[in-house]
């Protein structure tokens, strides 16, 4: 069914959903279901390009907080192992994660999965209950095979049957809901062959590479393992590409900047995961003004404890001028739209475009929070941060209609985790 919603401060007619979840015009019909956006800014679904929907289920985990990069990771694989991650968890979290990204405006997920305990398979049922969870929700997700000191052929091995199993070649669903793409967690924990038997996969089966660099550990790791930085090492190992994608990108130096504009990389900035980890501000703008495609994400919960990736928007707002110049609010949502899609090589999505996916959000600028507000669209991000949209679409279909979840009660997601959760956890 189409669906029609009101003119927004953001766009200047209706947008009309056709049957296949694409905008087919910007022009009212009259037997469309209509929603009602007035007082409303319309804009295309957020985009968060960098989650781990696994720590979901581990938010606020005791040792996590204030501790270096060194201490933390040992800390997150011990509460992974108390709690036993298995398909059933993986479903749990990644419903409760996503269900939070809907009821924040986040239309689209690229999940880095980097936990892949023993077992016998090849790691195909993880991936499907996280998909599953998309699906029964009514969200986008981007599911990464990444690596984290994984066996290089194991990783490479599960990587490929992942995206035989759920993706055609190209890496996405003809209804663009479900992607796949390939991601060693970065040169701190992945060698040379891990980067290039998935650089293999990724070619193979036409997937996006993702990756994450100059966090704290991996910087002072490249140089005692290897003498470099880490963009040198993955230049020499192939990964600075137009299909590569890199995450986090702290102090990185002028050169390190002309050199990954002239790689043809997409930069994604997770100010919400870097600063509480004492990383810093990566130099976004300056990517930007180099040329090089800047999207957004929140990265996941055991170092940003919230999925809100408009409040993220905000921080980077507040946080640029430390690391640069100045940045608008449109700016940052197209950080947050356009330029996360971008990085996952989906011009389909982050647009209101005849021909682009029907993914849309409405958000009310009519509460006291915008009272005052002159500019609405920039008073998304610097008034009321934590505010939710009233209606959220996403190919056509209204998931989120006047601030409630339609897909999947919000309490039953809330009460599954939960309950898994005190059940599994020590006492």
């Not at 090089?292 to 999925?307: C, E, F, H, I, K």
Request: aromatic share 2%.
């Amino acid at each position: 069914m189409a669906v029609v919603t009101g003119a927004g401060d953001e766009v200047p007619a209706d947008v009309v959903c056709g049957d296949d979840g694409r905008v087919t015009s910007l022009e009212a019909a009259a037997d469309a279901e209509v929603l009602d956006a007035s007082g409303c800014v319309v804009t295309p679904g957020l985009v968060n390009a960098h989650h781990h929907l696994l720590q979901t289920a581990f938010r606020t985990l005791p040792g996590t907080r204030g501790v270096p990069m060194a201490q933390w990771l040992p800390t997150m694989a011990a509460g992974y192992a108390a709690v036993g991650v298995d398909d059933e968890l993986v479903h749990a979290a990644a419903a409760a994660g996503l269900a939070e990204a809907l009821l924040c405006g986040v239309t689209t997920v690229a999940d880095h999965h980097l936990t892949w305990p023993a077992r016998t398979d090849d790691g195909v049922g993880l991936a499907s209950a996280a998909a599953t969870a998309a699906r029964e929700l009514g969200a986008r997700l981007v599911f990464v095979r990444g690596s984290a000191r994984d066996d290089p052929e194991t990783a490479a091995a599960s990587a490929a049957a992942i995206a035989a199993a759920l993706v055609p070649h190209g890496g996405v669903t003809d209804d663009g809901v479900l992607q796949v793409a390939v991601g060693p967690a970065g040169v701190h924990s992945d060698g040379e062959r891990t980067f290039a038997l998935l650089a293999e996969v990724a070619a193979a089966h036409g997937l996006r590479r993702r990756t994450q660099a100059n966090e704290q550990v991996d910087v002072v790791v490249a140089q005692e393992r290897h003498g470099r930085r880490p963009l040198q090492l993955l230049d020499e190992w192939g990964w600075l590409a137009p299909d590569v994608t890199l995450a986090h990108l702290c102090g990185i130096t002028d050169t390190e900047v002309t050199r990954l504009a002239a790689a043809g990389v997409t930069a994604t900035h997770a100010p919400g995961c870097d600063l509480p980890m004492g990383w810093g501000v990566a130099p976004m703008t300056a990517l930007a003004d180099a040329g090089v495609p800047v999207g957004l994400g929140t990265s996941g919960g055991g170092s940003n404890d919230a999925g809100h990736l408009l409040a993220d928007a905000r921080l980077a707002l507040q946080v640029a001028p430390l690391a640069g110049r100045p940045v608008s609010a449109r700016e940052v949502l197209g950080w947050a739209t356009r330029g996360s899609a971008d990085g996952l090589g989906r011009a389909d999505l982050g647009r209101l475009a005849v021909g682009a996916r029907a993914d849309l959000v409405c958000w009310d600028v009519t509460g006291v929070a915008d009272a005052g507000v002159a500019d609405p669209v920039a008073g998304l991000l610097w008034a009321s941060p934590g505010r939710r949209p009233r209606h959220v679409v996403v190919g056509g279909r209204v998931v989120v209609r006047d601030g409630v979840l339609q897909t999947v009660p919000e309490d039953d997601v809330s009460a599954r985790l939960r309950d898994l959760l005190t059940a599994r956890r020590p006492r």
